[in-house]
T-cell receptor, first 114, second 109 residues
Framework: ETGVTQTPRHLVMGMTNKKSLKCEQHLGHNAMYWYKQSAKKPLELMFVYNFKEQTENNSVPSRFSPECPNSSHLFLHLHTLQPEDSALYLC?????????????FGNGTRLTVT | TQLLEQSPQFLSIQEGENLTVYCNSSSVFSSLQWYRQEPGEGPVLLVTVVTGGEVKKLKRLTFQFGDARKDSSLHITAAQTGDTGLYLCAGVNTDKLIFGTGTRLQVFP
């Protein structure tokens, strides 16, 4: 149990589908993140939420839409994806106010776009 | 763009062997974190090094932060099959966390 739970673990979707990824943390953290992990590439930061406010959007295409209704929950809404969006999507959380606060990751959602 | 290069990219060894993984950058970091990611799971923090020249030990794992805080190394003594995984370094700079390119380690019995 990592303290950060992601669902679903696996997702296969067509290019015209709409789906959502969910992330939940019960660690009392105040920042949540979405990362994309592809083969042969470093972990790519997509979005950051500090105290429920989006503070970073790393030039992510609009077909990815994050939502953070409270400090414990984070969603990633997906629509009209491309095959190159197939990857492992990792959610993480941390304590913003603590120096060198590490990230606590979920186990990811393995997304395949067909 | 800040880049953290890890070497080697892949490493395949037998149990009992020693190995070293390197994490290099031209940028200075205020601290550096090492994570291990096992198959089917997310990365898990192993250690954070903060001071230039700092050495930290975690059982058979020894982590070192370079004097100039631009590089780091991870040395594993007498590797075990349980050490198999993806090792990621991540540098902290002005509140941003930059992940390295990763080293995939496979330890065979």
């Amino acid at each position: 149990e990592t303290g950060v739970t992601q669902t679903p673990r696996h997702l296969v979707m067509g290019m015209t589908n709409k789906k959502s990824l969910k992330c939940e943390q019960h660690l009392g953290h105040n920042a949540m993140y979405w990362y994309k992990q592809s083969a042969k590439k470093p972990l790519e930061l997509m979005f950051v939420y500090n105290f429920k406010e989006q503070t970073e959007n790393n030039s992510v295409p609009s077909r990815f839409s994050p939502e953070c209704p409270n400090s414990s929950h984070l969603f990633l809404h997906l629509h009209t994806l491309q095959p190159e969006d197939s990857a492992l999507y990792l959610c993480a959380s941390s304590l913003v106010d603590r120096d060198n606060s590490p990230l606590h990751f979920g186990n990811g959602t393995r997304l395949t776009v067909t | 763009t800040q880049l953290l290069e890890q070497s080697p990219q892949f490493l395949s060894i037998q149990e009992g062997e020693n190995l070293t993984v390197y994490c290099n950058s031209s940028s200075v970091f205020s601290s550096l974190q090492w994570y291990r990611q096992e198959p089917g799971e997310g990365p898990v923090l192993l250690v954070t090094v903060v001071t230039g020249g700092e050495v930290k030990k975690l059982k058979r794992l020894t982590f070192q932060f370079g004097d100039a805080r631009k590089d780091s190394s991870l040395h594993i003594t007498a590797a075990q099959t349980g050490d198999t995984g993806l090792y990621l370094c991540a540098g902290v700079n002005t509140d941003k966390l930059i992940f390295g390119t990763g080293t995939r380690l496979q330890v065979f019995p």
